[in-house]
């Protein structure tokens, strides 16, 4: 069995940063390309910022220059530093991968159940 637990998130003002952390716990044999997502109240959830296992990444527009992932392989954790948030960057952020397990060496899609992060104008 594997988990995904996201935190960091909470409520910030305009301008400010937090950083959002996921670690990954369970029957992991390896995880593959990490992601956050988000979705904001009526929206559809997007993809925000994804890292391959060698640490290439690629961002949303909306986010570019402002949001930075990482991961740390030893730790099986990935993070996101948000700076300079908006109001609109208000949202649940969930922490995704793609993890082959220990048990039977499928490789699954795997969700954390989201952290909340409000920001205030």
């Known amino acids: 069995q594997v988990q995904l637990v996201e935190s960091g998130g909470g409520l910030v003002q305009a301008g400010g940063s937090l950083r959002l952390s996921c670690i990954a716990s369970?029957?992991?044999?390896?995880?593959?390309?990490m992601n956050w997502y988000r979705q904001a109240p009526g929206k559809q959830r997007e993809l925000v910022a994804t890292i391959t296992t060698l640490g290439s990444t690629g961002y949303a527009d909306s986010v570019k220059g402002r949001f930075s992932i990482s991961r740390d392989n030893t730790k099986n954790t990935l993070y996101l530093q948000m700076s300079s948030l908006q109001p609109d960057d208000t949202a649940v952020y969930y922490c995704?991968?793609?993890?082959?397990?220990?048990?039977?060496?499928?490789?699954?899609?795997?969700w954390g159940q989201g952290t909340q992060v409000t920001v205030s104008s």
């Open positions: 995704n991968a793609q993890i082959r397990t220990s048990r039977d060496f499928a490789q699954n899609d795997y």
């Open positions: 369970g029957s992991i044999f390896s995880i593959n390309d």
